[in-house]
């Protein structure tokens, strides 16, 4: 069974604001038109209501590798050093697999068409076939719904067992049709980190429990706002700083199959996201001259600023440190909402010239807990795996040099638990840079009206996308 009928990809270039701190200014965004049901059977899973539980995990036995030649070599492709060190973690624990793995690091941008060629070039001219697939969180669907490219996994063995421990946020991912096809090591949740001094000033304490009760919804997280505001802070950089948050409360796919056609629907996240972000901007709660990514808004981190907190994830603690936020300063707390930020998808080619260790390294890297610990020390992930995090708990590693006397694992796993990426389809990526878009042309003038903006952003999925507009 084919798992999506997409066909006639096209791209634009389209300038967003960048979703990580390795891309800056215009990111090239893979944009699909759509002929036909990429819902394949409509099979869907659900995964309940997640818990920190650690559960007994199956495992996969090492395959053996006599009689091997250089025929049994496969390809790991990705787009930076990031996948290519995660995965030299896992042959460090089992080195007699390294002369049978090349990993290919593209140098490209992850979300762009010249990845997509490539990695698509590679799939076709058969000599270095990519067996793994690395792909960002933004497009990692347009190969994992893809039956043509990337197999179900447990088709080579992972079954639903060795992911037990992994946040179901990355099973709500990862599955099409009923079945998991890509996977992740890595947890991406976000948080909210804050001056610890401005909390101390403003709030009495800068204890991450008693600010999380302050900032525990967006009602309350307005409340903050004024205080701060009184005392001559911001409460964030910018009014796209909360983007993430916001969205991820999606409560419906924005994409589906309605009669056989791909269909456009938005949802109230939408709506909501431009109303607070025009509250924070024409309120005064946030430095008008900052947007993610931009030197304003990185210059606000220093201890000389005046912003308050910035929403961030794991990998956003090294990115701070590198814009140069003051170390020992910061404290992190959930938030007034969980949500995700960015995140490496792991999938399967389906040809594979060697399907017993294609299978075992996807199992180590995305499973075993041992690897997602020595990732999680030597890098600073926070991974997707609970057994792991619950020994990185008690222990106290996997500390963040920005951070005040905090380990911040504790907070990144209570706010993945919450995380809901049920409804996302693969097509939301290029939908969001719309509504980046259209936020900055309701704020500026250029849209006058939320009614205007919405407008725009679907105007743009249809011309665009190709979508079915509701």
């Not at 992994?166 to 992740?184: A, E, H, L, P, R």
Request: proline letters at 3%; a negative charge; hydrophobic letters at 35%.
């Amino acid at each position: 069974m084919k798992r999506m009928k997409r066909k006639n990809l096209k791209t634009t270039a389209l300038c967003l604001l960048a979703s990580s701190f390795l891309l800056t200014g215009c990111k090239t965004v893979i944009n699909v038109t759509v002929e036909g049901s990429s819902t394949g059977n409509g099979i869907t899973v659900d995964y309940g209501k997640d818990t920190a539980e650690v559960k007994t995990a199956e495992t996969m036995d090492a395959p053996d590798t006599t009689g091997w030649d250089s025929s049994k070599k496969i390809y790991a492709y990705c787009w930076d050093t990031d996948f290519e060190n995660k995965l030299n973690v896992v042959l460090d624990h089992y080195p007699q697999y390294k002369d049978y793995v090349e990993i290919v690091v593209t140098g490209q941008s992850g979300t762009s068409y010249e990845y997509k060629t490539t990695i698509d070039t590679a799939f076709a001219n058969g000599s270095k076939y990519p067996s793994i697939i690395a792909a960002d969180n933004d497009v990692a669907k347009l190969w994992s719904e893809d039956s043509s490219k990337t197999i179900a996994l447990n088709k080579i063995g992972i079954t639903d067992e060795m992911y037990a421990n992994s946040y179901n946020f990355s099973k709500q991912y990862g599955t099409y049709d009923g079945d998991i096809t890509c996977m992740t090591w890595q947890a991406c949740p976000g948080v909210f980190t804050y001056r610890a001094d401005i909390a101390e000033e403003v709030f009495g304490t800068s204890d991450p429990d008693k600010i999380q009760s302050i900032l525990k919804d967006w009602d309350s997280f307005f409340e903050a706002a004024d205080k701060l505001k009184e005392k001559g802070y911001y409460i964030v950089s910018g009014y796209d700083d909360i983007k993430y948050a916001v969205l991820d409360s999606q409560e419906h796919p924005w994409v589906s199959n309605v009669d056989g056609l791909e269909t456009l629907s938005l949802d109230d996240s939408v709506t909501e996201y431009l109303e607070l972000a025009k509250r924070l901007y024409d309120g005064g709660y946030v430095d008008k001259a900052s947007s993610l990514w931009s030197s304003t808004w990185s210059a606000n981190m220093s201890e000389n600023g005046n912003v308050f907190g910035y929403f961030g994830c794991p990998w956003f603690f090294g990115s701070m440190k590198d814009l140069g936020a003051e170390e020992g300063a910061w404290n992190c707390c959930v938030g007034p909402a969980s949500y995700h930020w960015g995140g490496t998808y792991v999938m399967a080619g389906k040809n594979s010239t060697n399907p017993e260790l294609q299978a075992f390294l996807i199992y180590e890297l995305c499973c075993d807990p041992d690897v997602a610990y020595d990732i999680a020390v030597e890098y600073g992930d926070c991974v997707n795996n609970k057994a792991a995090n619950e020994k990185l708990i008690k222990e106290g590693a996997g500390t963040a040099a920005v951070l005040k006397d905090q380990n911040p694992t504790q907070t990144l796993t209570d706010a993945a638990l919450n995380i809901d990426l049920s409804n996302v389809s693969y097509a939301d990526s290029s939908i969001k840079g719309y509504i980046d878009i259209a936020a900055k042309g309701y704020l500026n003038g250029t849209f006058p009206t939320e009614t205007a903006a919405v407008n725009y952003i679907k105007q743009q999925a249809q011309i665009e996308l190709g979508l079915v507009v509701k």
